[in-house]
């Protein structure tokens, strides 16, 4: 993200969605909602953000009957 000038900006609101985002892809939702200070888990879920390579990565850890 860049402001009018084209200067990367950066903010704690920002920086706190990347640290949330980033936790999940290892950590327990319940843990990061802890970390974050959240009380409810919707609050928490609102702060992340999956990429398109997150769901696929979700999906292929699902065990396939044989």
Not at 4 to 21: F, K, P
Not at 25 to 45: M, S, Y
């Amino acid at each position: 993200m860049t402001d009018d000038a084209g200067n990367l900006a950066l903010s704690a609101h920002i920086l706190r969605h990347t640290l949330a985002t980033n936790l999940l892809r290892g950590v327990d939702i319940v843990v990061v909602a802890e970390l974050l200070g959240h009380a409810r888990l919707d609050t928490t879920r609102r702060y992340t953000l999956p990429t398109h390579a997150d769901v696929e990565d979700a999906v292929g850890r699902l065990p396939i009957d044989q």
